[in-house]
């Protein structure tokens, strides 16, 4: 029996349920004949995930699938020993989830995003397409845990390329519309960080980043194909279907602690040519040169 817990709402993220059935699918497993498998969905709301662990472990799973650190590190506290197969975080090591990448040597294993090392590219790509920045917010969730590592690395990395970063934190989908009020007046740019509430809220940020004319670094494809400037980031339906590896090899005996962390085999550069006119900027040759793909 394998408890799946997703961070966000299951008529957004249900994709990622989806791939990760199929990649179990072509392993063997099928739900409901070989297996179970138990979706929950914290729904942005992390004051739900104390109980939809006591409901798993009630249910008596074998292990976890999770997605995101805050979902993650929950599940990880909650549980003694529980195998725990986690998808899109982006440093396993610096979160304490993991002892290294090669040897995690604990319960917790699976893919990690990489998105702390993609920061440095994603910010000069923002130049790039938009030389005029100057100022870019970087906007996270706060109640995620690796938000101030992520924070210190985008700021680390705006300064050194000369640009003035500045913290834009939101807890809520509501937070959003708020922080936006005023926000051009005080940057040029926005940095979107890659967590579960992010990605609710993708549709939205693109939108209001769109009217208050503020270009926009995206983690992910989704947010590109809801109107964001630009995305660099591995794909999350690919990445999910790959857990389904892990998890076969743990059903079949593996220990999670001997099982080497996986990182992205692809990053996707996607470029939204339409919000690129609107805000009037000529996306250069060389990068629709190397983007994977162009959205009109």
Do not use: H
Not at 75 to 101: E, K, N, W, Y
Not at 158 to 171: D, K
Not at 264 to 293: C, H, M, Q, R, S
């Amino acid at each position: 029996m394998i408890g799946f817990i997703d961070p966000g709402l299951a008529q957004v993220n249900g994709p990622f349920l989806v791939s990760f059935l199929e990649g179990m699918r072509e392993l063997g497993w099928r739900d409901g004949e070989n297996m179970t498998v138990l979706d929950r969905w914290v729904e942005n709301q992390p004051a739900r995930l104390p109980g939809i662990m006591a409901g798993l472990l009630a249910e008596r799973v074998d292990l976890l699938v999770t997605g995101g650190s805050l979902v993650t590190n929950g599940a990880r506290a909650a549980t003694d020993g529980l195998p725990i197969v986690m998808v899109a975080v982006g440093d396993p090591v610096a979160f304490g989830l993991a002892q290294s990448l090669a040897r995690p040597g604990g319960n917790v294993t699976g893919l990690s995003n990489m998105s702390l090392d993609l920061v440095a590219k994603r910010l000069q790509l923002l130049v790039e397409m938009a030389p005029a920045t100057r100022r870019v917010a970087v906007l996270a969730d706060s109640r995620d845990p690796g938000t101030p590592t992520y924070w210190l690395q985008t700021r680390d990395n705006a300064t050194r390329i000369g640009l003035t970063p500045q913290l834009v934190e939101v807890a809520t989908a509501d937070d959003i519309d708020s922080v936006f009020i005023g926000l051009s007046e005080r940057t040029d740019a926005l940095f979107v960080t890659m967590n579960p509430l992010t990605v609710a809220n993708r549709t939205k940020i693109a939108t209001l980043a769109l009217a208050n004319g503020l270009p926009t670094s995206c983690p992910i494809r989704d947010f590109v194909v809801a109107g964001g400037l630009q995305s660099l980031g591995s794909s999350l339906p690919s990445d999910f279907r790959r857990a389904a590896d892990f998890v076969d090899r743990i059903l079949k005996g593996a220990r999670p602690a001997d099982l080497p962390i996986m990182q992205p085999t692809k990053f996707e550069l996607v470029i939204n040519v339409k919000t690129a006119g609107a805000f009037g900027l000529t996306v250069p040759p060389t990068i629709l040169a190397i983007a994977d793909e162009v959205i009109e």
